[in-house]
């Protein structure tokens, strides 16, 4: 990765106002959801990141304000040095269109993001004529069946006449790639883009959006639920994965030490609940959660907000969040966490209630076992 980066996000917050019914419309009651809250993460050139983490955990949230589809609350994104939002609404030394050219996205439901009345060539044109106002018809013709072929569509030009509903989920999300491709961007959102695709064609796919980022050197954002898929796409293109949890990044580093070696408690859950993941000898036989559920957004726990359901937690993780910092073999592995770090007031500190004798209460990681002072 160059030392300067391609996108650069700094203390992010992306908050929702939600009304409190009838009551809290009266009193003005408004609870806030918080998104994403206080992200700071770089991309580089030709560069990926596999963002994962459970459903409603902040992911498609933060991914839309990396791309500058989502105003951020606080904070700012930075393309090669220039604040996309400052860009959008004055002066600025990059300018807007240029830079809303280079992030673009791939949905996660091709189907709906095509328009069911216009031809596959008809879908992908309108972006070229906007943004690439030189080329006649027939070069756009020429360049989307190109790109047409390159994703395997072929014969290209039977696929260019052909409607959204006479392709398969495959081709449709391939369509999109294209459409995404012909810009040239510096850097791709792909929102669950294979989450849709049967599993024979999840892999198939994945290499797809591999050959074309290593073809023409773009940087992938990959937003996914599923571990597996995160690895995959990350350890190929030897990328980094970033667990999100309730709007904060609490683990990121590359694939093979995400798995193998994790550091945070939440990532540990992942883990487990992706059968065959990790090489490690001796597999959790129960889910290394406390609780189940997710903590309500809009009131997120004091602390560190995966306090309340980690079985390692103590009393100083319900009075401050830790920040990332580096941990591991690598200083590429960086993870939000008391517990792996060995901190001092952590160990200090009381187990919660209930953890007393249990994995929380200290024992194999605690330094003081160890003789350390």
């Given at each position: 990765?160059?030392?300067?980066?391609?996108?650069?996000?700094?203390?992010?917050?992306?908050?929702?106002?939600?009304?409190?019914?009838?009551?809290?419309?009266?009193?003005?009651?408004?609870?806030?959801?918080?998104?994403?809250?206080?992200?700071?993460?770089?991309?580089?050139?030709?560069?990926?990141?596999?963002?994962?983490?459970?459903?409603?955990?902040?992911?498609?949230?933060?991914?839309?304000?990396?791309?500058?589809?989502?105003?951020?609350?606080?904070?700012?994104?930075?393309?090669?040095?220039?604040?996309?939002?400052?860009?959008?609404?004055?002066?600025?030394?990059?300018?807007?269109?240029?830079?809303?050219?280079?992030?673009?996205?791939?949905?996660?439901d091709a189907g709906n993001s095509l328009d069911p009345n216009r031809t596959v060539f008809e879908n992908l044109s309108p972006a070229l004529k906007?943004?690439?106002?030189?080329?006649?018809?027939?070069?756009?013709?020429?360049?989307?069946?190109?790109?047409?072929?390159?994703?395997?569509?072929?014969?290209a030009s039977d696929y260019a006449s052909r409607y959204p509903h006479q392709l398969s989920g495959g081709e449709a999300q391939r369509t999109v790639?294209?459409?995404?491709?012909?810009?040239?961007?510096?850097?791709?959102?792909?929102?669950?883009?294979?989450?849709?695709?049967?599993?024979?064609?999840?892999?198939?796919?994945?290499?797809?959006?591999?050959?074309?980022?290593?073809?023409?050197?773009?940087?992938?954002?990959?937003?996914?639920?599923?571990?597996?898929?995160?690895?995959?796409?990350?350890?190929?293109?030897?990328?980094?994965?970033?667990?999100?949890?309730?709007?904060?990044?609490?683990?990121?580093?590359?694939?093979?030490?995400?798995?193998?070696?994790?550091?945070?408690?939440?990532?540990?859950?992942?883990?487990?609940?992706?059968?065959?993941?990790?090489?490690?000898?001796?597999?959790?036989?129960?889910?290394?959660?406390?609780?189940?559920?997710?903590?309500?957004?809009?009131?997120?726990?004091?602390?560190?907000r995966f306090h309340t359901r980690c079985p390692e937690a103590r009393e100083a993780c319900t009075e401050e969040s830790p920040e990332l910092t580096?941990?591991?073999?690598?200083?590429?592995?960086?993870?939000?966490?008391?517990?792996?770090?060995?901190?001092?007031?952590?160990?200090?500190?009381?187990?919660?209630?209930?953890?007393?004798?249990?994995?929380?209460?200290?024992?194999?990681?605690?330094?003081?076992?160890?003789?350390?002072?």
């Amino acid at each position: 990765m160059n030392s300067e980066p391609l996108l650069e996000v700094e203390d992010l917050d992306v908050h929702f106002g939600t009304e409190q019914g009838l009551l809290g419309r009266f009193f003005g009651d408004d609870s806030v959801v918080r998104a994403v809250d206080d992200v700071s993460l770089e991309i580089g050139e030709d560069d990926v990141v596999a963002l994962v983490g459970e459903s409603g955990c902040g992911k498609t949230t933060l991914g839309k304000a990396m791309i500058g589809l989502q105003e951020p609350t606080n904070g700012s994104v930075r393309y090669r040095g220039q604040d996309i939002w400052e860009a959008r609404t004055g002066e600025s030394e990059i300018p807007y269109s240029k830079i809303r050219r280079s992030l673009q996205m791939i949905h996660q439901d091709a189907g709906n993001s095509l328009d069911p009345n216009r031809t596959v060539f008809e879908n992908l044109s309108p972006a070229l004529k906007k943004w690439r106002p030189e080329l006649n018809l027939v070069e756009r013709r020429e360049l989307v069946q190109t790109m047409l072929e390159t994703v395997g569509l072929t014969p290209a030009s039977d696929y260019a006449s052909r409607y959204p509903h006479q392709l398969s989920g495959g081709e449709a999300q391939r369509t999109v790639v294209v459409r995404a491709m012909l810009l040239e961007p510096d850097l791709i959102l792909a929102d669950e883009a294979v989450s849709a695709l049967d599993v024979s064609l999840r892999v198939n796919m994945m290499n797809l959006l591999l050959d074309l980022q290593d073809m023409f050197s773009t940087s992938f954002v990959f937003i996914s639920h599923n571990m597996s898929n995160a690895r995959y796409l990350a350890g190929k293109a030897d990328g980094r994965i970033a667990v999100m949890y309730l709007g904060r990044i609490v683990e990121i580093g590359p694939p093979d030490e995400i798995i193998n070696n994790p550091q945070h408690p939440y990532t540990k859950s992942l883990i487990w609940a992706t059968s065959g993941l990790s090489e490690i000898d001796e597999p959790i036989e129960s889910p290394p959660l406390r609780e189940i559920d997710v903590p309500d957004p809009e009131d997120p726990p004091s602390g560190c907000r995966f306090h309340t359901r980690c079985p390692e937690a103590r009393e100083a993780c319900t009075e401050e969040s830790p920040e990332l910092t580096p941990v591991g073999e690598t200083p590429r592995h960086e993870a939000a966490c008391y517990y792996a770090r060995d901190d001092r007031e952590y160990w200090n500190s009381d187990p919660l209630p209930g953890l007393e004798g249990e994995s929380g209460g200290g024992s194999e990681r605690d330094p003081r076992s160890a003789g350390a002072d």
